[in-house]
């Protein structure tokens, strides 16, 4: 679904004032102007929207969920309009915004009409209009390309946001009339990818088997950046305890440990009272610089006369399995990522006490975040997991 900017705010002022007249007022149009714009809305959904009376209009229960996305969209967009330019309120379009948007992440007009399907042209023209009405540039040339002034980065971040609350309204509509639509983008870092993920998205298949899910993976930080933008709905994975930032917000799902895994041949596989240092001359596999695990594998061997010299750094839990499996190398990894390769003996866990790495694992969303009917079956899903796997 499409919706135009101007008509949603028509929309709005109608449910609040219940009459095409007093809209008209509030929002500065004509009476044929509110009655066109609530005509394309409901032809947007297929469905009408409001009981008409004689003495007035009342929004319905369909139109009540479309109400609740509206208004959450617009208090992320409206205060950041105010800020850049509050005209931006009255003038601003989807399309100027999507350009905008596209610019500041590619830096580069060509670049950002390709991602767009676009022409050149039509996404500077959209950009201009919009710092037209904004009465200061949005973008500054550099000698790397065009970067975001500090403005637009506040309206991009803000226009994101709205634009996916809108997205979810579709879902909230299609729930609301028994039919599916939307889809589910779940951040996953390492550890729920072989372990909780797996089987929370084969239970949710039970229930909802045709909703699109997309498990987006990358290093922390482009999750996170992915999350506050609004392009993925929650991350699963290690804690930072505290969140990271203010507007995300973690809740846990269940406690993990490290492990050490070796291949089953391995010189230190079924010893016990194994030392720092017998472990420090081996060869290793471990996760990148700046990751929780990597913190509790270099504090492990604080205080060694010698660290190990020979690491692997990788998130690939194929590529540990296979080098521990093949050579002497130790990985240093999350219990519950290593059980299914440990459970069907592809590798050993050795005997070597790490119950000081204990840390929480769960969810991470924007704080305010209202999912929809999908969302929160999937995380039913994913708590009653964690709770029956505790």
């Not at 679904?1 to 929309?11: D, S």
């Not at 809108?166 to 951040?187: N, P, Y």
């Amino acid at each position: 679904m499409r919706f135009n900017l101007r008509h949603l705010r028509v929309f709005l002022a109608v449910v609040e004032t219940q009459s095409v007249t007093r809209a008209a007022e509030r929002c500065h149009v004509s009476q044929p102007a509110v009655t066109q714009a609530l005509s394309k809305i409901e032809a947007t959904v297929g469905e009408p929207l409001f009981t008409r009376r004689p003495h007035g209009l009342f929004v319905n229960p369909l139109g009540e969920v479309l109400v609740t996305r509206v208004r959450r969209a617009f208090s992320y967009l409206d205060p950041a309009m105010d800020e850049v330019a509050p005209r931006l309120k009255v003038t601003a379009t989807l399309s100027q915004l999507e350009a905008m948007i596209a610019v500041r992440e590619r830096e580069n007009y060509t670049l950002a009409a390709h991602r767009m399907g676009l022409s050149q042209p039509t996404v500077h023209r959209s950009v201009s209009q919009l710092e037209r009405e904004a009465g200061r540039p949005l973008f500054e040339k550099t000698a790397y390309g065009i970067m975001a002034t500090r403005a637009a980065q506040t309206l991009a971040q803000a226009a994101r946001l709205a634009f996916a609350e809108l997205a979810q309204a579709e879902a909230d509509l299609a729930e609301a009339r028994s039919t599916q639509a939307g889809r589910l983008v779940i951040g996953s870092m390492p550890l729920s990818r072989s372990s909780i993920l797996p089987a929370a998205i084969a239970r949710f298949r039970t229930k909802r088997p045709h909703l699109p899910i997309q498990v987006s993976e990358g290093p922390y930080p482009e999750l996170l950046a992915g999350l506050r933008r609004g392009e993925i709905d929650f991350l699963i994975g290690a804690l930072r305890e505290p969140a990271p930032i203010a507007d995300v917000e973690e809740s846990m799902l269940f406690h993990d440990t490290v492990v050490i895994v070796a291949g089953k041949n391995h010189p230190l596989a079924g010893r016990r009272d194994i030392t720092r240092e017998e472990l420090a001359s081996f060869p290793w596999v471990v996760s990148l610089k700046g990751t929780p695990i990597r913190q509790h594998f270099d504090a492990l061997f604080e205080g060694c006369a010698a660290g190990p010299s020979s690491i692997v750094e990788s998130a690939s839990l194929i590529l540990m399995r296979e080098l521990v499996s093949q050579s002497d190398h130790l990985g240093f990894i999350s219990g519950r990522q290593a059980r299914a390769e440990i459970d069907r003996a592809l590798v050993v866990a050795l005997d070597f006490d790490l119950s000081h790495t204990r840390r929480p694992i769960g969810l991470t969303k924007r704080s305010g975040w209202l999912p929809t009917a999908a969302q929160k079956d999937f995380i039913t899903i994913l708590q009653a997991l964690a709770s029956s796997s505790e």
